[in-house]
Nanobody
Framework: VQLQASGGGLVQAGGSLRLSCTVS????????MEWYRQVPGKQREWVATYDRRGGTNYQDSVQGRFTISRDNFKKTVYLQMNNLKPEDTAVYYC????????????????WGQGTLVTVSS
């Protein structure tokens, strides 16, 4: 099972980017899908969650600017980032809670490789 993230890049403040993260491999189901970000030298921080039932939740600093969405058929989660600010500069990681088999009673955590977002002022 692998998560492949893409969509990062360099953008000016006020601009937009859309990140994607796709799950590949043999799985039974996907529960929560999330985005995190990390600035070098700092801890990785949670950004947004799209849960199995369609609920979403955001870190306060991105509320109203970022939108998380999900395509279950494509096994893909997206992060639409608008009105980007220099403080949004970070490596963005996706995370998925995956049920590998119907016979397993627990989810397994998988992370994508990260995609760099740089916002210039």
């Amino acid at each position: 099972v692998q998560l492949q993230a893409s969509g990062g890049g360099l953008v000016q403040a006020g601009g937009s980017l859309r990140l994607s993260c796709t799950v590949s491999g043999t799985i039974f189901d996907i529960n929560d899908m999330e985005w995190y970000r990390q600035v070098p030298g700092k801890q990785r921080e949670w950004v947004a969650t799209y849960d199995r039932r369609g609920g979403t939740n955001y870190q306060d600093s991105v509320q109203g600017r970022f939108t998380i969405s999900r395509d279950n058929f494509k096994k893909t989660v997206y992060l639409q980032m608008n009105n980007l600010k220099p403080e949004d500069t970070a490596v963005y990681y996706c995370r998925a809670q995956i049920l590998l088999s119907s016979e397993l009673p627990y989810n397994s955590d998988y992370w994508g490789q990260g995609t760099l977002v740089t916002v210039s002022s």
